[in-house]
């Protein structure tokens, strides 16, 4: 081989090489990489919840990439731990994480209010899942969230004539007795199922309610209250760790009366904590995935490992209107809160989606649930 020719393989070797190294960069350069954030309680008393639903945005997010390969997005998880005092700590770092250009969540009403100020300044579009509050979409509140704030959910002001009515339901002269936790979201529920109760036939409020810290573990004053009242129906409105706490105490006491809760205790876990005590119970959420259908639940199982939970159909929706923004161009806050704001579609299970111009959703309600056989039991619509 003569000294010519050896050159000219080197040569060629040298372009062959540095063509690879521009066709493996422009490949690498045409995978699109984009986040978004999933905030609620991932530790912690009501981690159960915000692990449902983060699984559900990773379950979006996985199915996206999956189809869109051009594209590779992130999902940053951001802990709450459902606790407004977290949500202001963690709240300033996501807010200024610019390469987030979504949020679903907050979780939780009361985080969801600590955290609104560092999110409208970064200019981060919110859709929560499961935040029912309804003064964060009032415009004369503190609490508005917006232009940032959207949700997939609807609101208390709707949420507490369903309590009180499937609360109540085949109830004889239902005596009901509501106490909330002192947090953000359960003082205003437990007024909206207060005063939706005289319109309930047959039933009424006795005993003047409580309102008990949400670190409580002794509820015997509270017991000892509607024992006194005579109540045969208890509705709380707190969250599900310290529901199942109150239960087994309100079981032991040799309390039958009808256990009733919101969506705070809407959760499978409720039922593993409080065990036979929460036999029977009755709660307020929404539909799951397993309500869609059979076989979006066994997609789901089949994909992540794990049985969907409370919140999957709205976080799954929330994620997808945020990933079709991405696929729509729409790679900037800016351009993302403008395409949430106007957004029309339709989600999971042939929900229409869309939002009013306050943040809300503009349908939606809520369904009964009744734990039977320790199981979470959707029983329709309350209506």
């Not at 997010?61 to 189809?67: D, E, M, R, S």
């Given at each position: 081989m003569n000294k010519n020719f050896q050159r000219s393989l080197a040569v060629?070797?040298?372009?062959?090489?540095?063509?690879?190294?521009?066709?493996?960069?422009?490949?690498?350069?045409?995978?699109?990489?984009?986040?978004i954030a999933y905030q609620g309680p991932l530790s912690g008393g009501e981690a159960s919840t915000g692990i449902d639903e983060i699984n559900a945005v990773k379950y979006?997010?996985?199915?996206?990439?999956?189809?869109?390969k051009g594209f590779n997005i992130k999902v940053v998880a951001v802990d709450d731990q459902g606790d407004p005092a977290v949500a202001s700590v963690v709240a300033p770092g996501t807010g200024a994480n610019k390469k987030i250009i979504g949020l679903v969540g907050p979780a939780y009403s009361g985080a969801t209010i600590a955290s609104l100020p560092y999110y409208k300044a970064g200019g981060l579009p919110l859709i929560s899942p499961s935040a029912t509050r309804v003064?964060?979409?009032k415009s004369d509140s503190p609490d508005f969230g917006y232009p940032v704030f959207h949700r997939v959910v609807a609101t208390d002001d709707?949420?507490?004539?369903?309590?009180?009515?499937?609360?109540?339901?085949?109830?004889?002269?239902?005596?009901?007795?509501?106490?909330d936790d002192q947090s953000a979201y359960a003082v205003p529920l437990r007024g909206y199922v207060e005063a939706a109760m005289p319109k309930v036939s047959g039933a009424s409020l006795v005993g003047g309610g409580d309102s008990v810290p949400n670190t409580t573990t002794d509820f015997s004053p509270t017991?000892?209250?509607?024992?006194?009242?005579?109540?045969?129906?208890?509705?709380?409105?707190?969250?599900?760790?310290?529901?199942?706490?109150?239960?087994?105490?309100?079981?032991?006491?040799?309390?039958?009366?009808?256990?009733?809760?919101?969506?705070?205790?809407?959760?499978?876990?409720?039922?593993?904590?409080?065990?036979?005590?929460?036999?029977?119970?009755?709660?307020?959420?929404?539909?799951?995935?397993?309500?869609?259908?059979?076989?979006?639940e066994a997609a789901f199982k089949k994909s992540m490992g794990i049985s969907s939970g409370v919140y999957a159909v709205e976080s799954f929706n929330a994620a997808n209107i945020f990933l079709s923004g991405i696929k729509a161009g729409k790679t900037t806050r800016a351009a993302m809160l403008k395409w949430v704001t106007n957004y029309k579609g339709v989600g999971l299970g042939g929900a229409v989606l869309s939002f009013l111009p306050n943040g809300d959703i503009a349908t939606g309600g809520f369904s009964g649930f009744t734990i039977t056989n320790g199981l979470l039991k959707n029983t329709g619509p309350v209506k």
């Open positions: 060629i070797s040298a372009v062959a090489l540095a063509f690879g190294a521009v066709s493996a960069s422009s490949a690498q350069a045409a995978v699109k990489t984009y986040s979006a997010v996985k199915l996206f990439n999956a189809a869109n003064s964060l979409t709707k949420q507490g004539p369903a309590l009180a009515k499937y609360a109540t339901k085949g109830v004889s002269a239902a005596k009901v007795f509501v106490f017991i000892a209250k509607i024992k006194t009242s005579g109540a045969n129906v208890v509705i709380y409105t707190g969250y599900y760790s310290q529901a199942a706490i109150f239960v087994k105490q309100l079981r032991d006491s040799g309390s039958t009366a009808v256990f009733a809760g919101g969506d705070g205790v809407f959760n499978q876990q409720f039922a593993v904590l409080a065990g036979a005590a929460a036999e029977g119970s009755r709660l307020t959420g929404v539909a799951g995935l397993a309500d869609v259908g059979a076989k979006e």
